[in-house]
């Protein structure tokens, strides 16, 4: 089978993260409440601690990979930034100055700031003051429509991109004197100002989601409500964008696995990969856990079909051509919220990733591009 290991956590997953070494996992079980897991063994995770401080659900997790710290944030508005000191996760409020949800959060490059989006229209960059020992805030208001769903960080630790519910894709200077550095490069991010709006990109007619940077940071994509994911190349005044339409549902977030490979999960229950070719242009290349390549028109594709191969082997039940879920032999049963890369930091392309969201599975895809390794979760499990 494809599963290589089952253990029992929760009825659902908001959001996880996985610690520097990859061997702890924080999760939200739909609650307001994060859960720490550790592997003991392959086939053996421990919940040692739970952290409790928010009063409703927690919409987003990161756990930096340098400085060992979780950020939470939930849509109680409040944001809390986690150490751990001896034995205990100790938390630090974080001013917010939300009067809406916080929506998703993420720790920069260089892990001094973090950004968190939230149902307010606006963005919180928050940055550790030094002298009065807490985390504060500065807002960027007044440029989105709706809510923000999802935010990237450049390589560049300055620009942020943004995706919002108005079905713009957004790109803000975060330049913060006295935190970030200036570059002596003429025209570099450090010249404009905190706020500043560099790109907005109006190819979606509908939600935005997931937006992403790719590793080199010289492309970024995101995806819309309407089956649709973007790519754009050369971000400033004069950007190169594309999009492509693809069948069946629409995705929730994206992540780059190297510059020319990005996977997409969503409300089809299925990672699902893109690629670009030699002239730059992307396309759909295939179901992850399809039997063969999807007849996109693209011959790009069929390079794939073996390094993917079949993850999951022959369905007791018989499938229909109104079961096309189950055709492309998907593990998750609901739909996929969120993807999460592993690896060691400094690493140009991302060999596993987990993928978690409504159904009863958080999913580790190993690098050997086999099989996944699904945690179902159950909350009697201690």
Known sequence: MAVVDVHRFAESITCHAWSPDLSMVALCPNSTEVHIYKSLSQDHWERLHVLQKHDQI?????????????????????????????AEWVPTLVILRLNRAALCVQWSPKENKFAVGSGAKTVCICYYEQENNWWVSKLIRKRHE?????????????????????????????FIKGVDTKDSK???????????????LDLSYSWAFGVKWS????????VGHSSMIYFVDD???????????????????VLFISEKMVIGVGYDSNPMVFAADDTGIWSFIRYIGEKKAASSGSSYSSQFSEAFGKFYGSQSKSTT?????????????????????????????????STSGQSLNLNLYNPSWNHPIQFIQNDRFH
């Open 58 to 86: 927690v919409s987003g997790i990161d756990w930096s990979s340098k400085s060992n710290k979780i950020v939470t944030v939930s849509h109680d508005r409040n944001s809390y930034v986690w150490s751990l000191e001896g």
């Open 146 to 174: 709706s809510s923000v769903t999802s935010v990237a960080w450049h390589p560049n630790n300055v620009l942020l991109a943004t995706t919002s519910t108005d079905g713009k894709c957004r790109v803000f200077s975060t």
């Open 186 to 200: 003429a025209g570099s991010p450090a010249e404009t100002k905190f706020g500043e709006q560099i790109l907005q």
């Open 215 to 222: 590793p080199s940071g010289n492309t970024l994509a995101y």
């Open 235 to 253: 971000v400033g005044p004069s950007p190169l964008a594309q999009s492509v339409a693809f069948r069946d549902l629409p995705l929730r977030d």
């Open 321 to 353: 051509a109104n079961d096309a879920s189950d055709s492309r032999g998907g593990v998750h049963d609901n739909s996929i919220t969120s993807i999460v890369p592993l690896g060691k930091g400094g690493s140009p392309k991302v060999m596993r990733f």
